[in-house]
């Protein structure tokens, strides 16, 4: 790699590497020391091809989920399966993942604007800004953004757009799909909302067990499938459809109070 080569968007990848190195070596106690990041589905990765994948997920931190991502995703692809086990596979990381987000939360700090040189796609977001509900037109240059950050490698998105669990999915993913046909491979997380603060930055809560899971690829028509129907098969693969909010067997609050148990707080803080 030469020293001064860069990604489509003007980043030298060797400050980009190293920037991620150092991150990932700072952030590994977090997933894997004081908290346990239980992954399921991680063998999907090598399958995947090089570029033109989008992953979808829910989210529950401003910067801890797309941390824990990166994580998982390069140790898969150094061959650790489910495990971040020795933080060794980040000295060659995958330098072509990117991940979606607010331009203002990506403007908001020195390690937001840090963060943002390792792989933000920053775009403006159309229904909110400065805290207050907005109603502006989508930019088509972040559009274009996100399909050269496709066209290169792996993007990351959440498609809601928010923090709060249960709100729509954004229709825009669904025309980003229909329009650059992407593999969409859904990742549901937990338990980084006990951890972490909003922004993902702060400990909140140690002794957490939090969890990502990675499902296999959804099965989408592109030409004929409609924005609706490819809005729902998202809402029901990340489990953010309203039908996950009725109310629970008896069956189903016993198997959660069980793992409520692996995920009590330490006394210790």
């Known amino acids: 790699m ?5 990604n489509p968007f003007g980043h030298i990848l060797f400050l980009k590497k190293w920037l991620i190195r150092i991150f990932g070596v700072l952030t590994h106690r977090r997933y894997r020391g004081f908290n346990q990041l239980q992954i399921e589905g991680s063998e999907i990765f090598k399958d995947l091809p090089e570029t033109n994948v989008l992953f979808v997920s829910n989210h529950q931190t401003y910067f801890a989920d797309v941390v824990a991502m990166f994580h998982v995703f390069n140790a898969s692809l150094k061959g650790r399966g489910d495990s971040i086990k020795n933080v060794g596979y980040l000295w060659n990381p995958k330098l072509n993942i990117y991940y979606v987000a607010a331009a203002e939360t990506m403007k908001s700090g020195l390690l937001p604007k840090v963060l943002a040189y390792a792989g933000s796609v920053s775009i403006d977001r159309t229904w909110r800004a400065d805290g207050k509900e907005v109603n502006r037109q989508v930019k088509m240059s972040d559009i274009s953004n996100i399909g050269i950050a496709l066209n290169d490698g ?79 098969k998202i809402e029901y693969a990340i489990e953010q459809h309203p039908s996950f909010l009725k109310v629970l067997t008896p069956q189903e609050i016993a198997e959660m109070e069980s793992l409520n148990k692996l995920r009590k707080f330490n006394v210790e803080e």
């Open 154 to 232: 792996w993007v990351i998105t959440f498609p809601q757009g928010t923090t709060k669990p249960w709100k729509p999915i954004r229709r825009g993913t669904a025309y980003i799909i229909k329009q650059y046909k992407p593999v969409v491979v859904p990742i549901v997380i937990d338990g980084f909302r006990r951890s972490f603060d909003k922004k993902g930055i702060q400990i909140k809560k140690k002794g957490i067990l939090q969890s990502m899971v990675i499902k296999k690829p959804l099965d989408i028509d592109y030409d004929n499938e409609s924005v609706d129907s490819i809005i729902e």
């Open 2 to 6: 030469g020293f001064f080569k860069r």
